[in-house]
């Protein structure tokens, strides 16, 4: 896990949220493909707790996450859930996502074959001719990022 963070954190966002101490979720952002052409688009993934759900957590640190995202200058997010997950379902469509295919067994883990759902949500306005994103290295200590971090986190307060 150490790797895949420091992996992902020079040029995309990833939050988490601790209670005492506790990491109970987490929510980022990586590349969508590697090809130029897809450089406007992240992939997003949410993970919380099994015993910290239904809390608003993943709610609200994708709100963050959605909004650093945009401010990079990304457009589409993309989120696949492996199925079944009724929960994680509703969460992505209540997130603003559409499911735009499943990939049949696609993904094993548990000693079983998956299907994993599609999802994909507007991040940002398509524009031509956008420009770069910008990494989040650059982006994380602005005021902009933590005023995003801040909304979430007074999300997480309303909701305990």
Known sequence: MRRRILTVLPQHPWLVYESSETLLGYV?????????????????????????????????????????????????????????????????????????????QVGYKFGEWHDVAWFERPLA???LEPSEPVAFSKLAGTREAMAAMARAEGLLRQTY
């Open 28 to 104: 980022y952002a990586t590349t969508h493909r590697e090809r130029a052409a897809y450089r406007w688009s992240v992939d997003v993934a949410a993970y919380v707790r099994a015993d910290a759900q239904r809390r608003g957590i993943a709610r609200a640190l994708y709100t963050a996450l959605f909004e650093i995202v945009a401010l990079q200058g990304y457009r589409n997010a993309y989120a696949g859930v492996t199925l079944p997950n009724p929960s994680s379902v509703a969460l992505h469509k209540a997130m603003g996502f559409e499911q735009v295919g499943i990939y049949h």
């Open 125 to 127: 306005e398509h524009v």
